[in-house]
């Protein structure tokens, strides 16, 4: 036992919970519901490994939230951050000043990002990051002498952040429901979910469909109102949802013929979740914004920011003026010295050719093979990221009754048997740290497997299937 889970055993599970529910709000959360029921603890973690108060081992398939790409425990970044906090804890990058740490990430992340992109913006988190997608976005057009380009064209069941702008550009109904949103000109479109939308449809006819949505709502809107388009390369939160190899490149096709601004949001995909660097690499498009978060510092420490490309930076630079707009924690020295420690450390370790040629291969291997599992219509993967779509009918794509909950029931069996994976309505989902092995691989569905099962034997018992 180290030093960090000596202090955590200083409380029994019951007094952890107790105190945890009389004072602790947690995110996304129903407070009520939590309350009676208690939190699981987490107290400490190991590569893909978690433990929590009861000593218990969880093997954790989402890394963390979709950030600890390199896992836990990896003393460079331990060391990066110790030596930054003696060095210097902290100073902004307003006035006129910069930090080393902020400087040379900067420069890092200009050379491991597609040709377009030489200039960071920092934040603290992918949701500050997405404000400033939109500040920047409209910037851009007011310079460019077009202030009526200001709408944001986004898409429905996306996930881009909780700040209000972020929660805004994503598109969950029921997060809108809570406080009146979205904000002014933000609209969103369908988003390419092949299996649920596109039944009939091959797939590459199904994506050509689904950008043309962008096309038809550029059109409606018109083309000089419309300031930028902005997407997940793949759907994280909204269910690992790979799109049609057709859906990219016609996005692109479209924001190139009307001029408008193309935005990846990386923060799941960036850093070597599908195999690639970037998301946009691996599913073939060149945006003018990515916005990054998770992976930069493999969830250690917090840090996000945007990468503003070429287009954007050159008119901005050069025309002058103050962008009104950042953060105190814009380029945090102990995030960046993190940041910079996380990134040599996946050079080093080669871990983005490791998912894209072997661990990312060996994944979906294994996928195809649980697609074969009676609850399971749809098994889908791209690098380490994964969904399993329980339905009821293979044949014809129903679904289970939402009330129901199948989702919940797979994910309730999980817990209690030492795996995270996340439901997301009734789709499986899981993103496990980038440097997972094989062996491990196998355990992992091992697991998935066994969870499956028993998630069908209840659904058995109770005369659902
Ligand atoms: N963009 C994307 C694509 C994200 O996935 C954010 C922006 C916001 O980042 P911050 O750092 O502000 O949280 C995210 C975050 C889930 C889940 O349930 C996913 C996220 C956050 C919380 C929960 O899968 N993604």
């Known amino acids: 036992m180290n030093a960090v889970s000596d202090t955590s055993a200083t409380r029994t599970t019951a007094e952890w919970q107790a105190a945890d529910s009389a004072h602790y709000l947690h995110p996304f959360t129903d407070f009520k519901s ?5 939190s699981r603890v987490i107290t400490r973690a190991d590569n893909i490994y978690l433990w929590d108060s009861e000593g218990e081992k969880i093997l954790d398939a989402m890394s963390g939230l979709w950030c600890v790409n390199v896992g836990y425990g990896q003393q460079a970044l331990i060391d990066a951050a110790t030596a930054q906090l003696k060095q210097l804890p902290f100073y902004n990058s307003f006035f006129q000043t910069a930090t080393p740490p902020a400087i040379e990430l900067a420069e890092l992340l200009a050379e491991v990002t597609p040709p377009q992109f030489k200039h960071v ?27 009526e380009r200001s709408v944001i064209i986004s898409r429905h069941n996306a996930y881009h952040g909780s700040t209000m702008a972020g929660a805004s550009l994503g598109g969950m109904s029921y997060m809108h429901a809570q406080g009146g949103l979205p ?7 369908q988003q390419p979910f092949w299996y649920v939308h596109g039944h009939g449809k091959s797939r590459d006819e199904f994506g050509l469909e689904a950008a043309g949505w962008l096309e038809a709502k550029i059109l409606e809107l018109g083309a000089d109102k419309v300031a930028a388009f902005i997407g997940e390369p793949v759907q994280g939160a909204g269910g690992v949802i790979v799109p049609p190899a057709t859906y990219w490149p016609e996005i ?17 995909c960036g850093f070597g979740r599908t195999g690639n660097w970037w998301g946009c690499e691996t599913m073939g498009f060149r945006p003018d914004l990515m916005t990054f978060a998770k992976g930069v510092t493999s969830g250690y420490i917090p840090l996000g920011g945007v990468m503003v490309g070429n287009r954007i930076a050159r008119v901005m630079i ?20 993190v940041a910079l420690a996380n990134i040599r450390l996946i050079q080093r370790e080669g871990l983005v050719d490791k998912v894209r040629n072997d ?11 649980l697609a074969e599992h009676p609850l399971i219509g749809e ?9 399993l779509q329980i339905v009821k009918d293979k044949a014809t794509h129903e679904c289970f009754d939402s009330a129901l909950e199948v989702g919940m029931i797979c994910r309730g ?45 209840d659904l058995q018992q109770r005369g659902l299937t």
């Open 379 to 387: 098994a889908q993967s791209i690098g380490l990221m994964g969904a």
């Open 34 to 38: 939590l309350a009676s029921k208690g």
């Open 252 to 268: 692109q096709r479209i924001c190139d013929q009307y001029g408008i601004l193309l935005v990846s949001d990386e923060v799941i």
């Open 318 to 337: 050069d025309q002058g003026g103050e962008f009104e707009h950042g953060y105190t924690y814009s380029g945090h020295p102990v995030a960046c010295a």
């Open 183 to 189: 904000i002014p000109g933000i609209v969103h479109i």
């Open 359 to 369: 661990t990312g291969p060996y994944l979906a291997e294994h996928f195809k093979a």
């Open 413 to 457: 069996h999980c817990f209690a048997n030492g795996l995270i994976m996340r439901a997301v309505g009734d789709r499986m989902i899981i993103a496990p740290p980038l440097v997972i092995t094989r062996q491990q691989i196998d355990e992992m569905v091992g697991l998935i497997r066994f969870c499956l099962d028993a998630t069908l034997r």
């Open 121 to 147: 913006f920092f934040s603290g988190s992918g949701s500050e990051g997405n404000d400033t997608v939109v500040r920047m976005v409209r910037r851009y057009w007011d310079l460019m002498g077009q202030p």
